[in-house]
Structure formats: structure tokens, C-alpha cells
């Protein structure tokens, strides 16, 4: 077979070679169970993604649409609530005087100890207040709650938060209802969809008193106190039919809250870095990006399926792989007919992207660089062997 069809023989044979060596790339080398020894996989590699360039591209142009434009999410900051039974008595004040505001739906990204008296058996069963559950047995259980943990990725936990529970009972989707109870909360078939950003690193946007120009003070979020003490309600236009959010935002007087890591995650739209980033974003900012995520279909991503990627990553493979064995054209030209196909793939990413249509890039390029590698270490062994094999009769 070998010598009766030479260059089809050659072809197959690398072609084989490319697959095998790609996929104990992706799915060996890169497991966590190789690296786990040295801890490389929790703390760079699992947190690569090339797609994440399209937050880079965006900068702080498109963000915190949520709370500017669209204003259909607002943050109350409950940094200033202390932890004893008299702060429990401040939240009841706070659903109180938000009803008062006529506010579509309440949400508490934040969790009670059995330890504490509980005095919120006035508002459990009210239908626009959702709490936040861990399923965890140390903590008071509410009939109306919404899960706060995020799915796992392959059985592994997410470094930076990319996926949410495409789940009824989690807290963005009970939000959702509750404010809005005929809008489908389900994005796609998927067990989880990708949150579309529209938030930069901290995500903490201004909310502006447009209807008053004169008013020209911005602020990043409303903490409690200023809520509780506004008498006159001069806030109640801004929160008259959105959804809230209540959740630690940090301490203003402490640099923004740049320096808190309470509740604070990672996240692709960090555009300072791609690798190793820290914890930028306040829990309940993520959760207004996912709420953000299912109310607007125009910011639902179009998830390519792997199935697919795998094709395409084929027929690259196949295409590649002819022009290195059959052109002839040299090690220079080889490499930059690699960089003429990659420079196009990452911008061919963000236009995707623009259009709602999210493409896992990374596994693309490691096609094309791995047979690139690979065929220069073959190809001296090549030439001595298989070659001068496949010309003897």
C-alpha cells in the first residue's frame, strides 16, 4: 500500500501523526492530571483563552451599557451593614423603603447564618425578593431563592468566570422571573451560556441623574445608607421597574474597593491581563452581566460545538499539511504561510463575536502550530526513511 501510492501513503501517515499528536495535546499534556503536580493547569493554563481578546478590542468604550443605557439592573452596596442582628434589621428597612421605589425585583447576593436570629420571616415569601442560596445547611434556607454557585467546565472549577447555570433556579434566572415572569430564562440547550460582558474589569458603572442636569454627581454604586436616609425618595425614578441587586461592592473610601477581595472573581473582561489575572469583579456584577446575558437576546452568544471546531480543525490540519509536504516551499515560507493563517483567525474571532457567535479559537491555532513543529522534527527522518522506503521496490 506504502509503495504503490507513495504521496497518499505520506499524506495519511502524517495526517495521523497531526491528529494524535494534537489530541494528547489538548486532552493529555494540558490535563490537570499531568500538570497537577506542579500546579501549573488552576493557575495559567485553564485560564487561556484567545477569545478573550474581543474584551481587549472593546477597552472601556462598550461597557456598563447595563447600568448607563439599558439601566435594567441597579447595585446597592451592602458594605455598610454590619454582621449582627441589628444589620439583619437594616435589610428589612432596605426591602422596604426598594418596595417604596416600586422596584421590579430584589435580589440578595448574600447569605445568613442559622447562628443569627433570623427576622426576615416578614419578606421569605415575598415573590420580588430573591436570596441567595449555596445549598449549604449552616445558612438560613429561603422558599424564594436563587443558586449562586457557577457550573464547573469539564469537571473542573472556572478560574475566570466565562459560563452560568442556564438553570431556572439560579439566581439570575429566579431574578429574572420575578421581575419578569413571562421572558424565557433559558439561553439555548446548553447546561450553562457563556455571560456576555458587557462590563470592563470591575464592572462598577456609573449611574447618571440625567432627568436632572444640574445634579452632575456620578457614582459608582448606591451604598445603603443612602438609601435608607433618602426622604424625599429622589432616587425612585432610577429604581421604579429595574431589577436590584444587593451584594458587597467594597468600600469606597478604600481606593474604589480596588484593594477588597471579598466576593471579588476573575473574569475575561479583565483587559489588563490575559494570564494569571486576580480577582477583579464583585460577585453581584457577575450576576448582573448573566441577568444582563438573558434579557437581552442580541448579547446571547451562538456557541460553536465542539463537534464543529473539530471538523474545522480537520480540514485545517489536511490543508496544512498538503502544503508541507507536497510544495516543497521551505522552512521560511512554511512559517509564514503559518502567520498569514493565524493573523486572520484571531481577528476572524472578534468579528464573530461582534455578530453574538463565540468560536473557541485556542484549539485552531494549536492545530497549526503543532503541525508546523511537527514537521520540521520528522521531516530529516523523513527524507532518510520513509521516503527512500516508499522508492525501493
Request: hydrophobic residues 40%; charged residues 25%; aromatic residues 12%.
Amino acid at each position: 500500500m506504502l509503495r504503490k501510492f507513495p504521496k497518499l501513503s505520506r499524506f495519511l501517515i502524517y495526517y495521523f501523526l497531526s491528529i494524535l499528536l494534537i489530541y494528547l495535546v489538548e486532552h493529555v499534556l494540558l490535563s490537570q492530571q499531568v500538570f497537577q503536580v506542579f500546579n501549573l493547569n488552576e493557575h495559567l493554563i485553564s485560564d487561556i483563552q484567545f477569545n478573550d481578546l474581543y474584551y481587549r478590542k472593546q477597552g472601556n468604550t462598550g461597557a456598563d451599557t447595563y447600568m448607563v443605557k439599558e439601566k435594567k439592573i441597579i447595585l446597592v452596596n451592602m458594605q455598610e451593614i454590619p454582621t449582627t442582628d441589628t444589620g439583619r434589621e437594616m435589610y428589612i428597612s432596605l426591602f422596604l423603603k426598594l418596595n417604596e421605589y416600586k422596584v421590579a425585583a430584589i435580589g440578595v447576593d448574600v447569605t445568613f447564618s442559622k447562628q443569627q436570629k433570623d427576622v426576615f420571616q416578614k419578606v421569605k415569601n415575598n415573590p420580588k425578593i430573591i436570596f441567595a442560596d449555596k445549598h449549604s445547611s449552616s445558612h438560613i434556607s429561603f422558599p424564594n431563592n436563587g443558586d449562586i454557585r457557577v457550573p464547573k467546565i469539564g469537571g473542573h472549577e472556572q478560574r475566570s468566570i466565562r459560563y452560568y447555570k442556564n438553570d431556572v433556579h439560579s439566581f439570575g434566572a429566579k431574578l429574572v422571573k420575578a421581575a419578569y415572569p413571562k421572558i424565557e430564562t433559558k439561553v439555548g440547550e446548553e447546561p450553562q451560556f457563556l455571560i456576555h460582558y458587557n462590563s470592563i474589569s470591575s464592572g462598577l458603572s456609573h449611574l447618571n441623574n440625567a432627568e436632572n442636569p444640574n445634579n452632575i454627581k456620578e457614582y459608582k454604586f448606591l451604598n445603603v445608607s443612602e438609601i435608607l436616609l433618602d426622604s424625599l425618595n429622589i432616587y425612585k425614578d432610577h429604581f421604579k421597574g429595574q431589577i436590584v441587586i444587593i451584594g458587597y461592592l467594597g468600600d469606597r473610601k478604600h481606593s474604589n474597593a480596588d484593594f477588597d477581595i471579598e466576593d471579588k472573581k476573575r473574569v475575561p473582561v479583565d483587559i489588563e491581563n490575559l494570564v494569571n489575572r486576580d480577582p477583579k469583579m464583585f460577585g453581584a456584577v457577575v450576576h448582573a452581566n448573566a441577568i444582563s446575558t438573558i434579557l437581552d437576546k442580541d448579547l446571547q452568544f451562538y456557541e460553536v460545538s465542539d463537534v464543529t471546531i473539530l471538523a474545522i480543525n480537520l480540514l485545517i490540519c489536511a490543508l496544512f499539511m498538503y502544503v508541507l509536504l507536497f510544495k516543497n516551499l521551505g522552512k521560511l515560507w512554511n512559517r509564514i504561510i503559518l502567520f498569514v493563517l493565524t493573523i486572520p483567525m484571531l481577528f476572524l474571532i472578534l468579528y464573530l463575536m461582534d455578530y453574538g457567535i463565540y468560536y473557541k479559537f485556542g484549539s485552531s491555532l494549536l492545530v497549526l502550530l503543532v503541525i508546523e513543529e511537527m514537521y520540521e522534527i520528522l521531516e530529516p527522518y523523513d527524507k532518510k526513511y520513509l521516503t527512500k522506503y516508499m522508492k525501493n521496490d
